[in-house]
């Protein structure tokens, strides 16, 4: 069983991916934006611990609100620096048929966030800025991260939106 650090949970949102959606802010975030919207979510030290059972019996509870789009959206943070975690998390809403959604920046590609885009049915893809020298100094990583894993996405069939 996968453990997770959360930064907080927000039940019943609208503007986080299509529909009502029972949203998760993780803990932790490699980035460094100016302008981040949840600073306190950046370290990855802090947060709750949870079980992926732990969250999943909360979404369930909201579960008749959600509608044919929404669903669960994990965000932070930067989720996929627990993309174990996570994807445990969308593998057991899936065998309860909740629709499942990333925010991310798209920062980190490995074989554990391939296998969480795999269990997600739509992705929220944060990309920053348009210059690679922007990126760099505003955000702390290449632009080429974001936009390899927007091909990713594509490659994976996956709706995605920006």
């Known amino acids: 069983m996968a453990y997770g650090f959360v930064n907080s949970i927000q039940t019943l949102g ?3 991916g299509p529909g009502v959606r029972f949203v998760v802010f993780m803990q932790g975030c490699p980035l460094k934006c100016g302008y981040c919207h949840n600073p306190e979510t950046q370290e990855l030290s802090g947060g709750k611990e949870y079980t992926a059972d732990q969250i999943v019996a909360s979404v369930l509870r909201y ?3 959600f509608g044919k789009e929404g669903g669960i959206t994990v965000s932070g943070g930067e989720p996929l620096l627990q993309a174990d ?4 998390i969308f ?7 909740i629709n499942t959604c990333l925010d991310t920046s798209g920062c980190i590609i490995n074989e554990a966030a391939e296998k969480l885009i795999d269990l997600t049915d739509y992705v929220m893809l944060d990309i920053k800025f348009t210059s690679d020298d922007d990126y760099r100094r505003y955000i702390g990583c290449p632009l080429s991260k974001p936009l390899e894993f927007l091909e990713l996405l ?8 920006i």
């Open 91 to 97: 593998e057991k809403c899936h065998q309860n048929g």
């Open 63 to 65: 579960k008749e609100y």
């Open 85 to 88: 975690f996570v994807a445990e």
């Open 154 to 161: 594509q490659r994976k069939n996956k709706a995605v939106r």
């Open 14 to 16: 609208t503007l986080d």
